[in-house]
């Protein structure tokens, strides 16, 4: 295709693209009527809600279980220790890894080698720390719920508070190595809740909120 000129006419590329859908509208003229919420705004307000129902069950339901859990961890890793001793294998540092045989006997033996009676302590310690963690996604859970009234309620904090929710799981995913299915649903539907309100018609609305805030 050319164009009026005869050359042709440049195709725009995928950066190109990328930037004018990123690039926000320009503001219309502010009439001074009520602001109409848009629909991704409503639904950015109900993955909120939900991702926060999630939490809150997630993390009150591992407090309430951590005691059978940690107990149940405990029992599993006794029985591998005394599957490592009925071999003759045993267990801790003392346990050698042969350098011949199959890969079969090396991956055991490793396991092996890797198990240690949890002690009293151990156990406590792992019991407080799983309270402490249920609770604090708990906490993100009431954070996710109190974002999603803001929102409902046409306030700008609440996207705040769910960037820094999202943010906050994240790096538990990461540091902490939490693999819940639940707590990676609801990081995905709150993820997509804030990208709801910073992009196209949400945030637009949001920008005029903003605006008409600073003219008070």
Do not use: H, W
Request: overall charge positive.
């Amino acid at each position: 295709m050319s164009s009026a000129s005869g050359a042709p006419r440049k195709r725009p590329g995928f950066l190109d693209t990328f930037r004018a859908a990123m690039t926000p509208p320009p503001l219309p003229e502010d009439t001074g009527g009520p602001l109409v919420r848009p629909r991704s705004v409503t639904v950015a307000m109900v993955l909120a809600l939900l991702a926060g129902a999630i939490l809150l069950f997630v993390g009150v339901s591992s407090a309430l279980a951590t005691g059978s859990s940690t107990d149940a961890q405990v029992t599993r890793v006794n029985e591998a220790i005394a599957t490592c001793n009925s071999q003759g294998i045993g267990t801790g540092p003392s346990v050698v890894v042969p350098t011949e045989g199959t890969d079969e006997a090396k991956t055991t033996a490793t396991n092996c080698q890797a198990l240690s009676t949890p002690t009293a302590d151990q156990i406590a310690s792992a019991k407080r720390f799983n309270v402490i963690l249920s609770l604090v996604v708990a906490v993100l859970g009431v954070a996710a719920v109190a974002g999603g009234i803001l929102i409902n309620r046409s306030q700008r904090r609440g996207r705040t508070v769910v960037v820094v929710t999202v943010g906050v799981l994240v790096a538990m995913t990461l540091f902490l190595q939490v693999q819940n299915p639940l707590l990676l649903l609801s990081t995905l539907l709150l993820v997509v809740g804030v990208m709801l309100t910073f992009i196209g018609r949400g945030n637009l609305y949001f920008v005029m909120l903003r605006r008409r805030g600073a003219q008070k």
